[in-house]
Each structure stands twice: as structure tokens, then as C-alpha cells.
């Protein structure tokens, strides 16, 4: 089966401050993308990087940024100097197979509140 | 310009009607998609349409009938509602099928009292 696994429910981070997002996935794929979404209170789906498996280097989107380990399936989001904005759900996805088909699976996403 | 809309944002509705929920992209894209957020924010796929075709069919009830009638648009229609489907619906699209990256819609909550 593939699946994607957030354990960590909830996170909280001070305002400046670093924290980081954990995400393992469990593919039988050698070549495959991987995302992580924000959903604020707005409820809109916002795609915040994504990273490709047959690239080395983890991607970086400015304040944000992924540590990639491909051999152990984990995907894990680091932001750097939070801000009150990044407040929202994320949740990390992966476009299992089906056949010759792709969806893209969901994790059940981190709530991530930041403190002024 | 809203890359990916959907309309209504809210619907409210009670059990036994019917409704449906419009799907419209601008970015040219091949694939569309329709998820489901539950209450405990759990998204699933429900349909995706490629060219106006449909490729995935998750094990939903044949109460929802997904139609495509141009590549730029997806619309959801609901018969027979029930308690149960009260969710946020997303509208999604991607490139293609073989483009994974997916771009959401607003999102529809649909309440059924």
C-alpha cells in the first residue's frame, strides 16, 4: 500500500523562530515528486514546495525548505524564521500509482500554530 | 484572475435534494480533479477527468456524478443528499496526468441539515 504518514497532529513554533514538519511515505517508485500543501483558515490549498526523487538536492522555496532522505522515505518541511502568516495545516502528498494512473495521496496534515 | 474557481463557496442544503458544485480553470491544464475534506481535515480523491474523460473513480456512492463538458470544466452533481456528505469539496487541476503538481480551487463547504 502507499501511504503517507504525518505524526505529528500539532505543532507550535514562537514567531522567528525554526521549526519543522515530519513526513514519511511508502513507496515501491524509484522516480516520483514529492509536495507539501498549506491550508490556512481560508481553507485554500496552497502548494508550498515540491521536491523531485531523482534529485539529490533538497528544494527551497525562500523561508522554506525539505530534507529529502529518499532511502528512508522521509519528507520532512523545515521553515525557517516563522512567521504569524505561516499559520495553517500542512499536509504532505505523494502521487501514489494506480495502474497507469497517478492521485495524489494525502497525509492527515499538521496543524501549525505560531506565537507572537 | 482565479486560476482554479468553484462555485458556490457554500451550500447549504437539506437532506433528500439535489445539488451540484461548478468547476472552472483558466490554466489551460488537461486533468481536473474533485477531493474530499472531511471534518477531521482527512482529503481524498474522488474523480479525476483527463480531456474530458474519466480516470479515477474512488469508491463513491453513484449518488455523485462528476461531467466534464469541456476540458476547463469539472462540475460535481449530488443526488439525494445525505448528513454524510457534508465536507469541503476542492476542485483541483493539474498539466496533465503525468504532471503531479495540482492546483486547488476555493473549496465548496456543503452543509446538509
Known amino acids: 500500500a502507499q501511504t503517507v504518514t504525518q505524526s505529528q497532529p500539532e505543532m507550535s513554533v514562537q514567531e522567528a523562530e525554526t521549526v519543522t514538519l515530519s513526513c514519511t511515505y511508502d513507496?515501491?517508485?524509484?522516480?516520483?515528486?514529492l509536495f507539501w500543501y498549506k491550508q490556512p483558515p481560508s481553507r485554500q490549498m496552497i502548494l508550498v514546495i515540491r521536491?523531485?526523487?531523482?534529485?539529490?538536492q533538497n528544494a527551497t522555496e525562500n523561508r522554506f525548505s525539505v530534507n529529502f532522505q529518499k532511502a528512508a522515505k522521509s519528507f520532512s518541511l523545515k521553515i525557517s524564521d516563522s512567521q504569524l502568516g505561516d499559520a495553517a495545516m500542512y499536509f504532505c502528498?505523494?502521487?501514489?500509482?494506480?495502474?497507469?494512473?497517478?492521485?495524489?495521496?494525502f497525509g492527515k496534515g499538521t496543524l501549525l500554530t505560531v506565537n507572537p | 484572475d482565479t486560476a482554479v474557481s468553484q462555485t458556490p463557496k457554500y451550500l447549504v442544503t437539506q437532506m433528500g435534494n439535489d445539488k451540484s458544485i461548478k468547476c472552472e480553470q483558466n490554466?489551460?491544464?488537461?486533468?481536473m480533479y474533485w477531493y474530499k475534506q472531511d471534518s477531521k481535515k482527512f482529503l481524498k480523491i474522488m474523480f479525476s477527468?483527463?480531456?474530458?474523460?474519466?480516470?479515477i473513480n474512488e469508491t463513491v456512492p453513484n449518488r455523485f456524478s462528476p461531467k466534464s463538458p469541456d476540458k476547463a470544466h469539472l462540475n460535481l452533481h449530488i443526488n439525494s443528499l445525505e448528513l454524510g456528505d457534508s465536507a469541503v469539496y476542492f476542485c483541483?487541476?493539474?498539466?496533465?496526468?503525468?504532471?503531479?503538481?495540482?492546483?486547488f480551487g476555493p473549496g465548496t463547504r456543503l452543509t446538509v441539515t
Open positions: 521536491q523531485e526523487a531523482y534529485k539529490q
Open positions: 477527468y483527463n480531456n474530458k474523460e474519466l480516470i
Open positions: 513507496t515501491s517508485e524509484s522516480d516520483y515528486y
Open positions: 490554466l489551460g491544464h488537461d486533468t
Open positions: 502528498a505523494y502521487p501514489a500509482v494506480r495502474g497507469s494512473n497517478y492521485k495524489l495521496t
Open positions: 483541483a487541476s493539474s498539466q496533465d496526468l503525468r504532471h503531479y503538481e495540482q492546483y
